[in-house]
């Protein structure tokens, strides 16, 4: 076997998960990650917990930065939890309340300031794709825009019946 490579306190590794904001990640899911760049999984895990606190209850993707052995977790904004926090549904115990259905409303206000926030990770070559990426979002977690499904949003944007400027 080779010699262990010496610590490097310059290093800067960075760990992509998802967790459900406001617990402290299961430590088995983190010490594959942790261990082999020396930081302690519990650790870890409760600096999860702070930072994912005003996600309660939803799952949100995070990453993880570890330089020096000190680690900085930021969430990563993603559409699903977006829309979730814009549906501003209270907190649910997730091992009590199952298969939960949303059935709220959001406005298309909403949607565009999500699709704002969205788009340096959209593929989309325009604005409205990106809109568009937000509502096929909004389609899977069963919420309603202004009433409307957001199928028919998408078709009103492909018509150019509803304008969407960046």
Do not use: Y
């Not at 994912?52 to 052995?69: A, L, P, S, Y």
């Not at 926090?85 to 909403?110: C, F, S, W, Y």
């Amino acid at each position: 076997m080779p010699p262990k490579a010496a610590f490097d306190p310059n290093a800067i590794h960075f760990i992509f998960m998802k967790v459900v904001g406001g617990e402290v990640a299961p430590a088995a899911a983190l010490a594959p990650k942790c261990s082999p760049i020396g930081m302690p999984p519990k650790k870890v895990g409760e600096d999860i917990q702070k930072a994912t606190k005003d996600w309660r209850g939803i799952k949100v993707e995070v990453e993880i930065k570890v330089q020096n052995k000190q680690c900085e977790v930021r969430v990563m904004d993603t559409a699903g939890p977006l829309i979730l926090k814009a549906l501003k549904e209270p907190a649910r115990d997730r091992k009590k309340t199952k298969n939960i259905v949303h059935t709220g409303k959001i406005t298309m206000d909403q949607v565009i300031e999500i699709a704002k926030k969205m788009r340096p990770k959209s593929f989309a070559a325009e604005f409205k794709g990106t809109v568009k990426e937000v509502l096929g979002t909004a389609v899977s977690v069963g919420c309603s825009i202004d009433g409307k499904s957001p199928k028919d949003v998408q078709k009103q944007i492909d018509n150019g019946e509803v304008d969407v400027a960046e």
